[in-house]
């Protein structure tokens, strides 16, 4: 490296104009005279972080910076900025907005107008730069913060604050806010009334709404007058700008029940649709503020906490730090006209109560997504809920220990932390000079560097603590700037609780045109309902219209990709907003989404229709192959039990191998086997019939041709008798074996026996007749079980 390079970018030992050449022998003398008198001329000792600049760095450059009430919100910018002018020569001019959401917009740009571009750099609050973000009109502060993190120190800024100065685009989240303020709505409580009055300390939005009817209108600093306020808020009505931001406190009621899965999720609006999310959670928030608002005064604008005629304050911690801030002296007090106290708040045992701070109210029901309906908060719609502990069950050093237990101990509360729109942030115009840029960055990392901020931030101003180290040690920061160890204590638990990862914190809305959102639709609708002079219906009505118009008016497309943003998730796809909001992407180019339109309506309707009947019209086919086959195979298996008539071969003469009343036994040969064939002769009182039954089926004979060949006892008998043996000689595939066959057979002729010897004397004529049913049983068991083998050996035979 050349020596004119080295002392340029590494060692910054000389400016520019010094380095005409590196072959010059008097360029190291020139640089060093040129440093000692730069260090007589800019002074970088006061701190550890100016102490890393060149003397001079900036001389001559000039940087323009938008503020807002720069007394009251960062008075000790002022200050750091002159010791930063001291060392670096570098000069800020720093310039007032009338309103703060609005004038930094104005200057940088929007997606309606070209920005002024007069400053460099700006004061915002995080929710107004979302459109700027979206524009790219902000410097993206990633790579800077690299660059300067061994004192910047980034990863000390709370998870919560760091959140709200980033935004989501292109698949990567950028940075284009630096976060110097952990600012959500934090609630402190007289705990001296609690212990008086025996009550326990508020969880929920109803216990807060008892508390506030309870002490409002009562005389809460001994003065005689029953003046006290239930509630001192901020903002409220009075409040100047923050006026328009007075629908958040519903706000931060409504986040209770509707959002449950953590700051990703929202609450204001589908994420996909776009729909304002106007329902039953709405209303409660606003049933809540309702009762809230009549018993409530401002807080910090006056001096109605710090006099004692308030019992709870619900506001920013900004608010609260000059009730803190030396609290030996100062603190609540009603004092005469010279300034001495002559009442402050004490507890039973004599010592100042200081007011306690407590993590914000929640609520035990959670709102449904899709059914829009209240169900109780449990471990799979609360997953970020927290059991409410007993008194006891607090830390040794908490005061609210000597309180009476409040009756919804170890039930589960979704409380959420709410983000306002009072969170500061400095930011970059990204078209503004090079060098410009570089200072001003430098210049915010001076400030936010924990190197300053640890003993900026208890100083009186608006900003709240944003970083672990600033809540690290009472005696490094808070001790010196007047807190009392309880207020310290009580302070920093309630930060690192809601300022941490694993809270379940909501962020106001944050979309082009908020105001209008706010502002212009909810806040006139919310002190119409707060003086009852609109109804419920009317009202969620009008604010749904109004959202629904002002997101119309920016462009529904732009503001759901933006809003998604905003809460971290990605855009939604070319083909999801084909698919949710198809009129809107026709209207803007109505080829877009073509492409993911079916070619042919009919074609894919006829598509369908064929997918559906082929499938049915296989297995029906198949269906029907298999029952012909099946049908097929019995038939075939039935017809080894069918005997052809002209196979039958008789000798000649026929001989008869048995004789009975009604038919012959008479010997033949079928298929090469010797078979019994039984010719059925008719009964004498049916002579006329044909002399054989097989005349009346010329085709056939079936080896069960039994019936009819009993002939005694009453019909009835002997038709039951044949059906009997019927049953039990046809061949069918059954199964029977020749000895169940017999079996049935002996049972028969045993109730033939039977009938006969009751029959009397016409017995003996039958007999004598038709033989003996012993004869007969003999005759048709040799007859029938010995032409008739077992199925296997029949089919042997029939295949021979």
């Known amino acids: 490296m050349s020596l004119t390079r080295l002392l340029a970018e590494e060692t910054q030992l000389c400016p520019t104009s010094l380095l005409s050449s590196s072959a010059d022998p008097n360029l190291l003398p020139a640089c060093l005279d040129w440093q000692t008198t730069q260090a007589t001329k800019y002074n970088c000792s006061h701190d550890d972080y100016l102490s890393t600049f060149t003397p001079g760095q900036y001389s001559g450059v000039v940087a323009h910076y938008l503020s807002f009430n720069t007394d009251g919100?960062?008075?000790?910018?002022?200050?750091?900025?002159?010791?930063?002018?001291?060392?670096?020569?570098g000069i800020i001019n720093f310039a007032e907005a009338t309103d703060i959401a609005e004038d930094p917009i104005k200057d940088i740009g929007s997606i309606g107008s070209t920005g002024a571009?007069?400053?460099?750099?700006?004061?915002?609050?995080?929710?107004?730069?979302?459109?700027?973000?979206?524009?790219?009109?902000?410097?993206?502060?990633?790579?800077?913060?690299?660059?300067?993190?061994?004192?910047l120190k980034y990863e000390d800024i709370f998870p919560k604050v760091r959140s709200m100065g980033e935004y989501r685009k292109d698949g990567k989240t950028n940075i284009d806010l630096l976060m110097a303020d952990g600012d959500f709505f934090v609630p402190i409580v007289r705990i001296d009334l609690l212990e008086r009055d025996g009550k326990p300390l508020p969880h929920t939005w109803e216990d807060l709404v008892e508390l506030a009817?309870?002490?409002?209108?009562?005389?809460?600093?001994?003065?005689?007058?029953?003046?006290?306020?239930?509630?001192?808020?901020?903002?409220?009505?009075?409040?100047?700008?923050?006026?328009?931001?007075?629908?958040?406190?519903?706000?931060?009621?409504?986040?209770?029940?509707?959002?449950?899965?953590?700051?990703?999720?929202?609450?204001?609006?589908?994420?996909?649709?776009?729909?304002?999310?106007?329902?039953?959670?709405?209303?409660?928030?606003?049933?809540?503020?309702?009762?809230?608002?009549?018993?409530?005064?401002d807080g910090c604008t006056t001096s109605n906490f710090v006099e004692g005629r308030c019992a709870i304050g619900f506001a920013p911690p900004g608010c609260w730090k000059g009730v803190f801030v030396n609290s030996d002296e100062g603190g609540i007090a009603r004092r005469d006209e010279n300034g001495t106290a002559i009442w402050r708040p004490t507890m039973k045992d004599g010592s100042y109560a200081e007011p306690y701070r407590l993590k914000p109210f929640g609520s035990l029901k959670v709102v449904h997504?899709?059914?829009?309906?209240?169900?109780?908060?449990?471990?799979?719609?609360?997953?970020?809920?927290?059991?409410?502990?007993?008194?006891?069950?607090?830390?040794?050093?908490?005061?609210?220990?000597?309180?009476?237990e409040s009756p919804h101990v170890d039930k589960l509360i979704n409380r959420v932390p709410f983000y306002w729109s009072g969170g500061y942030g400095t930011g970059i115009r990204k078209s503004a000079d090079p060098i410009k840029k570089d200072l001003m960055w430098d210049f915010f990392v001076y400030v936010n560097t924990p190197i300053t901020s640890i003993d900026d931030v208890v100083l009186p101003s608006w900003l709240d603590a944003w970083r672990y180290s600033q809540l690290a040690s009472y005696e490094r920061n808070f001790q010196p700037g007047g807190w009392s160890f309880d207020a310290w204590n009580e302070h920093q638990k309630t930060m690192?609780?809601?300022?941490?990862?694993?809270?379940?914190?909501?962020?106001?809305?944050?979309?082009?045109?908020?105001?209008?959102y706010t502002r212009d639709v909810v806040l006139p609708k919310f002190s119409q309902y707060m003086e009852s002079t609109i109804s419920m219906e009317d009202m969620k009505a009008s604010v749904r219209q109004g959202w629904i118009d002002a997101t119309t008016s920016q462009g529904k497309l732009n503001q759901v990709q933006i809003?998604?943003?905003?809460?971290?998730?990605?855009?939604?796809?070319?083909?999801?907003?084909?698919?949710?909001?198809?009129?809107?992407?026709?209207?803007?180019?109505?080829?877009?989404?073509?492409?993911?339109?079916?070619?042919?309506?009919?074609?894919?309707?006829?598509?369908?229709?064929?997918?559906?009947?082929?499938?049915?019209?296989?297995?029906?086919?198949?269906?029907?192959?298999?029952w012909i086959y099946l049908e097929r195979k019995r038939r075939l298996s039935d017809a080894i039990w069918k005997i052809n008539k002209e196979e039958l071969k008789f000798e000649e003469p026929v001989e008869i191998a048995g004789r009975g009343t009604f038919g012959l036994v008479v010997k033949a040969e079928y298929r090469g086997t010797t078979v019994a064939v039984k010719r059925v002769i008719p009964p004498k009182d049916r002579a006329n019939r044909a002399s054989f039954l097989e005349?009346?089926?010329?085709?056939?004979?079936?080896?069960?041709?039994?019936?009819?060949?009993?002939?005694?006892?009453?019909?009835?008998?002997?038709?039951?008798?044949?059906g009997q043996l019927k049953d039990s000689l046809t061949y069918s595939g059954n199964g029977h074996t020749r000895q169940s066959r017999k079996d049935s057979m002996d049972h028969i002729f045993d109730e033939e026996k039977s009938n006969m010897n009751s029959a009397g004397a016409d017995a003996n004529n039958h007999d004598l007749e038709a033989g003996h049913p012993v004869m007969r049983k003999a005759s048709m068991e040799h007859s029938i079980l010995g032409s008739v083998d077992t199925r296997v050996a029949r089919k042997a035979s029939m295949e021979h």
């Open 563 to 626: 809003y998604r943003a905003s809460l971290g998730q990605d855009p939604l796809s070319e083909f999801d907003l084909c698919r949710v909001h198809r009129a809107e992407m026709d209207n803007k180019d109505n080829t877009v989404c073509v492409k993911y339109d079916p070619q042919d309506s009919d074609s894919s309707n006829s598509t369908i229709l064929i997918a559906v009947l082929v499938p049915v019209f296989v297995i029906v086919l198949a269906g029907t192959f298999i």
């Open 369 to 404: 997504r899709d059914t829009d309906q209240f169900e109780e908060c449990a471990p799979d719609t609360c997953p970020k809920g927290e059991r409410i502990p007993s008194p006891s069950g607090l830390d040794p050093d908490d005061r609210a220990r000597i309180l009476v």
């Open 73 to 89: 919100s960062t008075p000790h910018f002022r200050h750091r900025a002159e010791l930063f002018q001291e060392c670096t020569g």
């Open 213 to 297: 009817k309870f002490y409002n209108g009562t005389d809460l600093n001994d003065d005689g007058n029953d003046d006290g306020v239930g509630l001192c808020i901020y903002p409220r009505t009075g409040s100047g700008f923050n006026d328009a931001w007075i629908p958040e406190l519903m706000y931060s009621t409504w986040a209770t029940t509707d959002q449950t899965r953590g700051i990703q999720q929202g609450f204001f609006f589908d994420e996909e649709t776009f729909e304002p999310r106007i329902g039953n959670g709405f209303e409660n928030a606003m049933d809540i503020w309702k009762d809230l608002w009549a018993n409530s005064a």
């Open 695 to 722: 005349e009346d089926n010329p085709n056939t004979v079936e080896s069960g041709e039994m019936k009819n060949s009993l002939n005694y006892g009453d019909k009835q008998t002997r038709k039951n008798s044949m």
């Open 496 to 516: 690192h609780w809601a300022l941490g990862n694993d809270v379940n914190s909501a962020l106001t809305l944050r979309l082009p045109g908020v105001l209008t």
């Open 117 to 151: 571009e007069l400053y460099d750099a700006y004061l915002m609050i995080y929710s107004f730069t979302s459109e700027a973000s979206s524009l790219g009109l902000l410097e993206t502060l990633n790579d800077r913060i690299r660059a300067s993190n061994t004192l």
